[in-house]
């Protein structure tokens, strides 16, 4: 159902209920007559068509739009002026029915009530009013929101996958006039990594299993590329296979450790992946390798994979997740993910 028949059938179904109540409370008091019942089935168009000219004047001022303060205030005072409108309404048609009582219906305490119980009435509908908009709108926003969280993840994952690839061809590359044999196997390992990249290229999370098993491709990889120089360690929690990560987070996180760390280390070095389980039931992750952490506050560009991986976890866990990069004494470079456990 579209908003206009929505508001049509909420007004008519209302507003006719409405009446209707009043004619069965008028009923059990035993106050009800033919007349009493007519002049309540004419208010029920009366209201139907009052309050949707006062919702035309709520639309063509912008009152959708102004600050909850200042509403309140005009609300009451348009709620006021209909009240006036309607008990006029109804003292003209009583005339018409012969239900008026002038020593009764004039008296000023009984107009006094009637159109403060009739303000209240177009309050209420001016609240229920106010309060649609009001989620409609905050809905809209949350699917806005949503919507362009989802599109600077896909910004962010088409940025990562060519810078990704390129370094991957760069192994390979190193390897063709070197050593062809170990060329041929590394393009199979690298087959493996493009092929698992392009399946996940569209995932917001993927099992940790998944990542971990492209990483592993990938450090074979790189070993390949640098023999000797690059020992590895996985030290992986039973529980952490229940887990989803970003595509590619733990594999760009690896490589920037390789490529910053242990790459500029004349010996080379290790670099291990360990995960634990805290108190919260978050998967951490921790990163080791030889070298050390540099950054410059100055530059503009604090490296790529590093940002890359910050705005995702903020985009897909907000607060919930967490990232830290530091320099251990021991002349490692340690790199913590906490990613919280979600249920897709």
Known sequence: MNKKALYWTLQIVGWTAYGLLNIYLAYLGERLSSQQATGQLILVPFYISITHLYRNFIISNGWL?????????????????????????????????????????????????SILANLILYFLWSLVYFMYHYVENYNRSLKYDAAMNEIELNNLKSQLNPHFIFNALNSVRALVDEDPAKAKNSITQLSNILRNSLILDKKRLINFNDELNTVIDFLALEKIRYEERLTTEFIIHPDSYKYQV??????????????????????????????????????????????????????????????????RLKLIFDNEASFNIKNESEGNVLTTVKIPQVNY
Not at 81 to 94: H, K, P, Q, R, V
Not at 253 to 271: P, Q, R
């Open 65 to 113: 739009k102004i600050i909850i303060q200042k509403l309140v205030v005009r609300v009451i005072i348009a709620c006021l002026i209909l009240s006036i409108i309607n008990y006029a309404f109804l003292f003209g048609i009583s005339s018409i029915l012969g239900l008026l009582d002038p020593a009764f219906d004039l008296n000023p305490i009984v107009i006094f009530l």
């Open 246 to 311: 970003p595509p590619l987070m733990i594999q760009t996180l690896v490589e920037n450790g390789i490529k910053h760390g242990i790459s500029n280390l004349t010996y080379g070095g290790k670099l291990s992946i360990e995960t634990q389980l805290d108190n919260k039931k978050c998967l951490n992750i921790f990163i080791r390798n030889s070298g050390s952490f540099k950054l410059d506050k100055r530059r503009k560009n604090k490296g790529f994979g590093l940002e890359n991986t910050k705005q």
